[in-house]
């Protein structure tokens, strides 16, 4: 069962995108859920993780310009991006703990 992520594609620096992402196909609920990305010939990184009812943690590098929230239905997790630049471009991936990762989504931003 795979997540399943929406909502990447381009954008100009300064901009706003939102992701989503739903594990509908999982029977549990998933504690911990959040987003990572790689850049063309890089690792992948995290970006933000939050827990069901807790609080979020993100990169350094794009906290004060992103959001992650919670959905209400069950395994949904949302990733607000905020005043994006173009080190932002990167394939950005849905993932749930401890082993559900999404297909990926292509994300990117002009200059």
């Known amino acids: 069962v795979q997540p399943q992520a929406s909502g990447g594609g381009l954008v100009q620096a300064g901009g706003s995108l939102r992701l989503s992402c739903a594990a509908s196909?999982?029977?549990?609920?998933?504690?911990?859920m959040g987003w990572y990305r790689q850049a063309p010939g890089k690792q992948r990184e995290l970006v933000a993780l939050?827990?069901?009812?807790?609080?979020?943690n993100y990169a350094d590098s794009v906290k004060g310009r992103f959001t992650i929230s919670r959905g209400n239905a069950k395994n949904t997790v949302y990733l607000e991006m905020n005043n994006v630049k173009p080190e932002d471009t990167a394939v950005y991936y849905c993932?749930?703990?401890?082993?559900?990762w999404g297909q990926g989504t292509l994300i990117t931003v002009s200059s």
């Open positions: 993932y749930g703990r401890p082993m559900y």
């Open positions: 196909g999982i029977f549990f609920s998933i504690n911990v």
């Open positions: 939050i827990p069901t009812g807790g609080k979020a």
